[in-house]
């Protein structure tokens, strides 16, 4: 990020360039957390007991992919917000590309990432914003990736 | 979904054909549960009050779209359980393609949508299990999409 602190702190859209990177994490993941949002979330047996999973391919008790993304973005916002000037230009994201779970996740892993520009674009319908595509890799305590995915996040422009 | 209910009950693989669709929902988000999960995911100030809300696009507060995602599984899975048949053949999912949160979701929306299968193909590495692509639809009360995304499935085949 190559923000014009002289200026203005805010990390505007114009400040970010491809090939950024930003490190977050590490977060390690409790049996009971685990079982409390498959159970609000993702009530699949798999995801609520040993046993079940041990019917399964997963074989021991993994969290529901929807708790890893969650898991991200709360490493990603915690991240983030070390830096004001980043949270203060983040307007959200349209979606997400590729979102694929690579391995479990399961009871007691520790996880932690990165998040890589690989593209931005300038915004067609609304000049207040621009586009910034990335990849995000998360991995596990055995430096194993267990998810990746291309967020496509929206973010201020510099006024004018 | 033409499951051989004489024989067996399980909806395998082999059961699912593209062009079979789910109905699920309806669920309504709640104020709280949208602080209470933003809070503890996603604690970017335009998901915690309206006041933040009012200096974005957002207008006023919005969940979480991880949240929505989770709501998404929360709303298939209890469908998915009226079958028992359809819980004992799946086995999770590799990933997501083309998520899009596409407007925002507010406090006391009513949420349902379609998941429609629209391909199917055998895993190359697994003969025990199939991969299915469906193109899942989340509408609120106004007949507005909030979000379109195509889960990739694991699907148990029938056992030889």
Known sequence: ???NIMADATVYFEDIAVGDSIAFGPLT????????FAAEFDAQPFHLSDEAAAATHF????????????????????????DPGRQAAS???????????????R?????????????????????EMGIVHSKVTILNQDDDAVLT???????RTRPV
Chains 1, 2 share one sequence.
């Open 107 to 127: 009871p007691g892993d520790t996880l932690r990432g990165t998040s890589e520009v690989i593209a931005k674009k300038a915004s067609q319908s609304r000049p």
């Open 149 to 155: 995915m291309i967020p496509i996040a929206l973010w």
């Open 59 to 82: 074989g021991t008790l993994s969290a529901s992919g929807w708790h890893t993304t969650a898991l991200f973005m709360k490493m990603f916002v915690t991240e983030m917000q070390r």
């Open 1 to 3: 990020m190559k923000g």
């Open 91 to 105: 307007l959200g994201a349209m979606g997400v590309d590729e979102l694929r779970w690579l391995r479990p996740v």
């Open 29 to 36: 993941v409790s049996r009971e957390e685990t079982i409390a």
